[in-house]
Nanobody
Framework: QVQLVESGGGLVQAGGSLRLSCARS??????MGWFRQAPGKEREFVAG????????YYADSVKGRFTISRDHAKNTVYLQMNSLKPEDTAVYYC?????????????????WGQGTQVTVSS
């Protein structure tokens, strides 16, 4: 059973930065993704990273501001968020999958963390 634990959320002013972490149990190599969900909205794709870490994918709304990376030795995926905006406020979730498929689609992912709240004040 894979377990994902997110951390690093919090309250930050617009223009500030946060780094989210997603620690994963287990030894298999997974494709990983970050998603977010604001109140009353559907879960939306933020960023994804391949098993090797050599390929990354971003939503247009975060390109140039967010960076996804992974540390295989620590079984951890990170999301560095810079130049944060109030519209980035949401609960952020990491997902993991062994399957191929669309990185941007939540059904592609088999495992999810509990989420971490990010609030950006104006």
């Amino acid at each position: 059973q894979v377990q994902l634990v997110e951390s690093g959320g919090g309250l930050v002013q617009a223009g500030g930065s946060l780094r989210l972490s997603c620690a994963r149990s287990g030894f298999s190599s997974y494709r990983m993704g970050w998603f977010r969900q604001a109140p009353g909205k559907e879960r939306e794709f933020v960023a994804g990273i391949s098993r090797s870490g050599g390929s990354t994918y971003y939503a247009d709304s975060v390109k140039g501001r967010f960076t996804i990376s992974r540390d295989h030795a620590k079984n951890t995926v990170y999301l560095q968020m810079n130049s944060l905006k109030p519209e980035d406020t949401a609960v952020y979730y990491c997902g993991a999958t062994e399957r191929s498929g669309d990185y941007t689609s939540p059904p592609t992912y088999d495992y999810w963390g509990q989420g971490t709240q990010v609030t950006v004040s104006s």
